[in-house]
Every structure is written in structure tokens, then in C-alpha cells.
């Protein structure tokens, strides 16, 4: 690798092409590929073995992959060692050094790229005020909250410009508030410099939050990408349906078609909705818990009635679990408002509106 790294090309400033790889027998993910957009905020969802840090590793350069390109600017950066790349990574113990003042961590990088002092100081400077923490120049990790050390280890990544910026589960560390706190400073963050980030985590809210592209991994591979949006409410498959977010699943069988519709037979009973598919394939309806209601409510039909087993009270809503009359293996999930007396033992009848239901064939 020679040569200056191109400012900008055209297409994808990342481009994942089927990376596989494996630990020992372990095929930790399997031809997976990706654009990652100038200027956006990735985040790679999934559960424990998903392969979301193992490519987050890759694209860093922490792992050579047993098959498949990475490109950075239009660049194969495939086999070059981290140092050589145009990424940073912010780590979940932030890896600050204790002995070090807090403008001497964060002008590590620009150290080692041999950036004269005088010049070096003034970008920490910068860096620190982006973050907030202009005063603490002089100070050592010790003395920082822990939010505050999450901001320096953004300021030290941020500060020798990098084409992306990794976060490998930055916020894990925090109590809940600071964590909430943090991801808004983050998603402002990114809007402010313009790098792209990306960010892993199995927390769906966190994703939410910040996400314009949502990616989420299962198994070593992408179950669904796309805004985060999106993936919420219209998900591609069973599994994003229940990891992104709750959902009740209705299993089904196509019955016929309309000219708009089909018509699905499921165990809670017949429910025609906007789709397309052949007569006699196995589906699934994936319906969120904010879509199920106690009254009917527009063009809405009933699910017929169901036992309510559980209630959790969560502020503005009850979480509310309660079996079907019907068929008692489909326990619906329903988002409730607090004013409802509800209790548990409660017979109560469940309605949907059909187009708020997603018809799923995998």
C-alpha cells in the first residue's frame, strides 16, 4: 500500500464483500456483505455470537478474515495491520492510560504519527472542546467520571480524523441515565464532525436511538438492514421481528388472493390483509405490542379473547401478556395505557388493524 488514500470516490466509503471467517470450526460469519454510506451512523445489532464484533475486528483490522474484501475509499485495506488504516476504534474499557494526563491520551495517536507538539497540542485542544471537557486537559483518567472517560476516548479517536470511527459497545459500561445521556451526545457528535460511525451493540433501544442504517446479525450473517425505522416496523424476518423489539407471532397459511389482499389462516382465526404469496405456503404475522388494543379502533378486527397472565407497569404503558382462548401456545404482547384496570386473571377480547400486521415467509 503506497500512495495518499483518496479524499473521496465514487460509491460506498466502506464496502464489505463476503467476508467469512472462522475460529477453528466455528464459522463465526459467513459471506457477509455491506456498504457503509459517507456521513452515516451504522450500527451492528444482534445477540452473543452473532459476528457483529467480529466484523467490527475486521473492518479495524484486529482480525485478517478467512475469505473476503474490505475496501475503505474505494482501497483494499483487506490485509493491512490497524495502524495502516484510515479507522479508529473506541473500546468498551475505553483503554485510557492512567499514568498519562488526559491531553497526553488523547494526542497518543497524533504522537506516534510524528505531528510536531506545538500543532499537536492544538488539535487536542479542539478535540477536548468538541467533547466538552476542555478543562481537563491536565487532568489524569482518575479524576473523570466515567462518562467523561468515554468522551476523551472519542476525543483520542477522533482527533487523528479517521475515514470511520468504531465502537465496539462503548456505552456498556454506564448505568442506564448516563447511557441515555451518551447516546444523544453521540448521535450529535457524529452530525457535528461528519465521520461515519459504526457502533456495535445488542441493546435494540440503543440502536434505535441512534441508527440512520440498522444492521442486524444472527448467526454470522444479516438478518435485515436498513433505517432503523424501517426494520422496526416493517421487519424482513421472524428473528428481527423478535429482536428488534417484541412482536406476537401468528403462524399461518395462505388461503387465497384478492387482487390487494390474501387471505391467511391462522390458529386465532382468519385474517385477510395486504400481501402477496401463493395459495397453501406457511407464513407468519408479526404484530407489535403498541398495535394491540383492548376497543376496536378503526378498521381494526379482533383477535378473539385472551387470559391476561402478566402485567408490568412501565410508566405511560402496561406491558401486558395474556394467552389466547383460541389457541393457548400464542401469548399476545400488547403495549396497554396505565389508566386501564387490568389484572391478572382479567378475560379480555384483543383487536389489530390489519395493516399494521407484517406478513413474514421466513
Request: some cysteine; overall charge neutral; glycine content about 10%.
Amino acid at each position: 500500500m503506497t500512495g495518499p488514500l483518496p479524499e473521496s470516490v465514487s460509491g460506498p466509503l466502506v464496502e464489505i464483500r463476503k467476508l467469512s471467517h472462522r475460529f477453528g470450526t466455528h464459522k463465526a460469519l459467513n459471506e457477509v456483505s455491506l456498504n457503509i454510506e459517507p456521513g452515516s451512523y451504522t450500527v451492528l445489532l444482534g445477540p452473543s455470537g452473532s459476528g457483529k464484533t467480529t466484523l467490527l475486528n475486521i473492518i479495524g483490522g484486529f482480525i485478517r478474515p478467512t475469505e473476503g474484501e474490505v475496501l475503505i475509499r474505494g482501497r483494499d485495506f483487506t490485509q493491512a495491520p490497524p495502524a495502516r488504516r484510515p479507522t479508529t476504534t473506541v473500546f468498551q474499557d475505553y483503554a485510557l492510560f492512567p499514568h498519562l494526563t488526559i491531553g497526553n491520551n488523547v494526542g497518543f495517536g497524533l504522537r506516534m504519527r510524528g505531528v510536531p507538539r506545538a500543532k499537536r497540542m492544538a488539535r487536542v485542544k479542539d478535540a477536548l472542546a468538541m467533547v466538552g471537557l476542555a478543562d481537563a486537559v491536565h487532568k489524569r483518567p482518575h479524576q473523570l467520571s466515567g462518562g467523561q472517560r468515554q468522551r476523551v476516548a472519542l476525543a483520542r479517536a477522533l482527533v487523528v480524523e479517521p475515514a470511520v470511527l468504531l465502537l465496539d459497545e462503548p456505552l456498556g459500561a454506564l448505568d442506564l441515565k448516563l447511557r441515555r445521556q451518551m447516546q444523544d451526545e453521540l448521535k450529535a457528535l457524529q452530525k457535528r464532525v461528519g465521520t461515519a460511525f459504526i457502533h456495535v451493540t445488542h441493546d435494540q433501544e440503543e440502536a434505535m436511538a441512534l441508527a440512520d442504517h440498522c444492521v442486524v446479525m444472527n448467526d454470522g450473517r444479516i438478518e435485515d438492514q436498513g433505517p432503523a425505522e424501517r426494520v422496526y416496523s416493517r421487519p424482513a424476518s421472524r428473528f428481527t421481528s423478535t429482536f428488534m423489539g417484541e412482536s406476537t407471532l401468528l403462524s399461518g397459511k395462505i388461503l387465497d388472493l384478492g387482487m390487494d389482499e390474501i387471505r391467511v389462516d391462522t390458529s386465532v382465526g382468519q385474517l385477510s390483509l395486504a400481501g402477496a404469496g401463493e395459495p397453501g405456503f406457511d407464513v407468519s404475522l408479526a404484530i407489535r405490542p403498541e398495535h394491540i388494543t383492548l376497543v376496536p379502533e378503526g378498521s381494526s378486527i379482533s383477535l378473539g379473547e385472551a387470559t391476561i397472565t402478566d402485567i408490568v407497569f412501565q410508566g405511560s404503558f402496561k406491558r401486558v401478556l395474556a394467552v389466547s382462548m383460541k389457541d393457548p401456545s400464542v401469548t399476545f404482547i400488547a403495549k396497554l395505557r396505565s389508566s386501564h384496570g387490568l389484572a391478572v386473571g382479567d378475560r379480555v377480547e384483543l383487536y389489530a388493524t390489519p395493516a399494521d400486521m407484517v406478513l413474514l415467509s421466513r
